[in-house]
């Protein structure tokens, strides 16, 4: 199914037209180059030039030996060109066309709140615009919440990646590139401004003569980094 170029109009292609009625590609071409010369569509013998043929209710795409690939067709054309073939062909592509106008009229709603984003990515204005209200919508994302409530209480760095579902190399190094934690002698720390925020707990000691560092995310540190984690993640998304 595809749009004719500058305009709105649905089309089906001779391709899905051969598959809902069994019949050989090259036949439905066949059968659509007879129609097209007596509607008056042919010109010295061939079909009007490639293109949005907007006028006609047709275009065509040639391969790259110059022949046809594929013919568009709108409603009227695709149900003129079946009107010989029998009740059932013609039953199955005025179904077929049911379904695609009902899909049309009533797109699909979004399933969640990033396909809802992404359906809005359609022009870079646009995306500017989405990377702006990310800021202060993106902690409001369902799952973001989920995280939220399975943050009370401390969490290990490898907690919190099953809370965030993200591979551990690849959180580390989020945390790395984002100045919000770093490697030690003494182990894995995080910056003074977060553990001023109460944001991570640190807890120092001696094993086997060796002084060490645990750093632990807070309660508070989990929802913080669960919200800047996932505005990481739709504004790479919204990149895309």
């Known amino acids: 199914m595809k749009d004719l170029i500058n305009n709105n109009e649905l089309t089906m292609s001779s391709r899905e037209i051969a598959e809902l009625t069994g019949k050989q590609l090259s036949h439905v071409h066949r059968d659509f180059k007879a129609l097209s010369k007596e509607l008056g569509f042919e010109a010295e013998n061939e079909l009007l030039m490639p293109g949005p043929n907007v006028d006609h209710g047709f275009y065509y795409e040639l391969d790259e030996r110059n022949r046809i690939k594929t013919i568009f067709l709108n409603r009227e054309l695709t149900l003129t ?50 990377n702006e209200q990310l800021q202060e919508a993106a902690p409001k994302v369902e799952f973001v919440d989920k995280y939220v409530q399975a943050s009370t209480g401390s969490k290990t760095f490898r907690e919190v990646c099953k809370i965030l579902k993200v591979k551990e190399n690849v959180f580390r190094a989020f945390l ?43 309660g508070k540190g989990v929802e913080w980094i669960a919200g800047e984690y996932t505005k990481a993640a739709i504004r790479e998304i919204g990149l895309h």
């Open 81 to 130: 060109l079946v009107s010989g073939y029998s009740a059932k062909l013609r039953n199955t592509i005025i179904k077929r066309w049911g379904e695609l106008e009902n899909q049309q009229q009533q797109p699909a709603l979004p399933a969640n709140y990033i396909e809802a984003l992404e359906s809005l990515i359609e022009s870079e204005k646009e995306k500017a615009l989405l």
């Open 176 to 218: 790395v590139e984002n100045k919000i934690m770093y490697k030690s002698s003494g182990g894995w720390l995080a910056h003074a401004q977060h553990i001023n925020a109460g944001r991570f707990e640190t807890k120092t000691g001696v094993k086997n003569e060796h002084s060490y560092t645990t750093t632990k995310f807070t």
